[in-house]
């Protein structure tokens, strides 16, 4: 992943009141999620924080089967997932999970990170730090 999507670049752009523009960077180059990036673009009233927040509960918009709103190949899910979280047994911390409200429905849900999360989890990870965005209706 690349370095300049760190934790700390990511308080760095939290204090200069940049996280919009930091989620976008992110999702238009190493998150390769441009279809999430636009539509965060394209929201009005959006509002964009950093929250650490408890994990066990999120919903996730995208998952390895037909019962996701957006359902991805199974074994690329569990490949991903199996290296994220043999990565974090061995530190890294991935970037951030994205969360919206507003988006994709009126419920939280997981927009980007799916197979972060189900990395954290594996790996015993309770708490994770979030990028909410939150579109008031």
Sequence with gaps: MNQKYT???LE???EADDLFSW???YLNGPGHNKNLANHLLNSIGLTVSLQEREIDNLVCVAGPDQSFKFPVDPEKYELTVS???NKIKTGWNPPPLIVTKGIFGNEESVADG???LEALKRCGI???WVIYANKSV
């Design 7 to 9: 934790f700390e670049n």
């Design 12 to 14: 760095d752009a939290k």
């Design 23 to 25: 989620t976008q960077e």
């Design 83 to 85: 290296e994220y979280a």
């Design 114 to 116: 799916t197979h972060r």
């Design 126 to 128: 309770n708490k994770y």
